[in-house]
Nanobody, 122 residues
Framework: QVQLVESGGGLVQPGGSLRLSCQASGLAFSSYALKWFRQSPGKEREWVATITGATGSTTYADSVKGRFAISRDIAENTVYLQMNGLKPEDTAVYYC???????????????WGQGTQVTVSS
């Protein structure tokens, strides 16, 4: 059974940094794409960043490119989201997502964590 547990959220001033963690269990990192999404009140959940299973390549939404970095520690089964230069519009609940992939083809269930709140405010 796949389980994802996020942590690291909190209150930070504009321009500050936070590092989110997603502890995964029940999956092999090499076979799953790991993603971060976020959702603000009244808005749809939006994709933030992806790290692929086989190669560890990364992609980012334009809104966070150059400020956020996704990474993974395979030995610890943990995915991170380093967030720098935070803006008030980054305020949201951040969710970790996992889905089994083979190359560019992904299939099966989406797995979600419970989310962690990030608030950027002075």
């Amino acid at each position: 059974q796949v389980q994802l547990v996020e942590s690291g959220g909190g209150l930070v001033q504009p321009g500050g940094s936070l590092r989110l963690s997603c502890q995964a269990s029940g999956l092999a990192f090499s076979s799953y794409a790991l993603k971060w999404f976020r959702q603000s009140p009244g808005k749809e959940r939006e994709w933030v960043a992806t790290i692929t299973g086989a190669t560890g390549s990364t992609t980012y939404a334009d809104s966070v490119k150059g400020r956020f970095a996704i990474s993974r520690d395979i030995a610890e089964n943990t995915v991170y989201l380093q967030m720098n230069g935070l803006k008030p519009e980054d305020t949201a609940v951040y969710y970790c997502n996992a889905r089994r992939c083979s190359g560019s083809l992904c299939f099966g269930s989406h797995y979600w964590g419970q989310g962690t709140q990030v608030t950027v405010s002075s």
